[in-house]
């Protein structure tokens, strides 16, 4: 991926040159063909790799920028996270179709909600998840979580019949329509357990929730243990796109930028006093990270 810095990446996003300045947008032809009738609330991002291209969906920032991502293989879609409005995922899974190819699988990556809450919109197609994840979404089901969500967003963006993913998903080697796939699983970083996906031969790495992209963090479960695991994958590298669960697509330096963040708020909550003495050293130090509304979570670690 050329680089180019993230300033002008946000400045553009959503016109042509977007496409251009990252060289990663198919054809306007196939890019008109694929988009639905109607007008989208999230918008796509296209990232051709040789025999396999990475759809990224991204929801506005009303739904904290959350992702999907479609990887297509020669004949099928892979879907990783199923995005916390009904809207967005009605969206996602009809995008998915109109690229003419029947979705193989969607892996949910980790148990915060707007991650699986659409879930239910891909009913017919496996929906799967570490053992650890699917009992999380369980729990959270169990605990009153969707009636709670329905006081914030409304019933008809959360699902009336929730979809528990099956927790067949294994950290391994994973081949899909002859694409090599590793799946790592991740404790007790952002949350309790996260599932990331690579694909080595297309240098993608999906982090999903390690990393936000331009946009503020989750506090997280364990900041420290999610700073070394950044660490460690920076060490490793082998990419040059990184997926994130918020925001656009990313090149390896927004590893870094994660790990001074995380740092950071690390550094700041361990003085503070109050959730908003937190959340405003985090706005001073990082102006013009986007969804600040994630930031009202440092709330649950000062009560
Ligand atoms: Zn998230």
Redesign the pocket.
């Known amino acids: 991926m050329t680089t180019v810095s993230r300033r002008t990446l946000l400045k553009a996003a959503g016109s042509a040159s977007v496409a251009a300045a990252i060289g990663m947008v198919a054809p306007a032809a196939r890019l008109r063909a694929a988009q639905p009738a109607l007008p989208m609330i999230g918008r796509i991002v296209q990232m051709p790799k040789g025999d396999v291209t990475v759809h990224t969906y991204i929801a506005p920032a009303a739904s904290?920028l959350?992702t999907s991502h479609i990887i297509e293989t020669p004949n099928q879609l892979v879907v990783v996270d199923a995005q916390f409005l009904q809207t967005a995922a009605r969206e996602v899974r009809a995008y998915a179709e109109s690229l003419g190819k029947p979705i193989d699988r969607v892996i949910v990556s980790?148990a915060?909600p707007?991650?699986w809450s659409g879930t239910n919109i891909f009913e017919g197609v496996p929906v799967v998840s570490t053992a650890a994840v699917a009992a999380g979404i369980q729990a959270d089901i169990d605990s009153g979580g969707i009636q709670q969500r329905i006081g914030l967003v409304g019933e008809s963006e959360v699902p009336a019949t929730p979809l528990v993913p099956e927790g067949s998903l294994e950290a391994g080697t994973l081949t899909i329509d002859g694409v090599n796939m590793e799946v790592q699983v991740v404790a007790n970083a952002?949350s309790p357990e996260q599932a990331v996906l690579r694909l080595p031969d297309q240098g993608v790495i999906v982090l999903?929730?390690l990393l936000y992209s331009d946009s503020h963090f989750?506090p997280g479960v364990d900041r420290a243990n999610w700073v070394s695991v950044l660490e460690g994958l920076r060490t490793e590298g082998g990419f040059d796109t990184l997926l994130a669960?918020?925001g656009l697509p990313a090149s390896g330096g927004e590893l870094t930028q994660a790990i001074k963040y995380l740092n950071f708020a690390n550094e700041v909550a361990a003085s503070a006093t109050s959730a908003d003495e937190v959340i405003a050293a985090l706005t001073a130090e990082f102006p013009g990270y986007d969804v600040e509304g994630i930031l009202q979570f440092w709330g649950l670690f000062f009560q």
């Open positions: 904290f959350v980790h915060h707007d991650h952002e999903q929730d989750f669960g918020h």
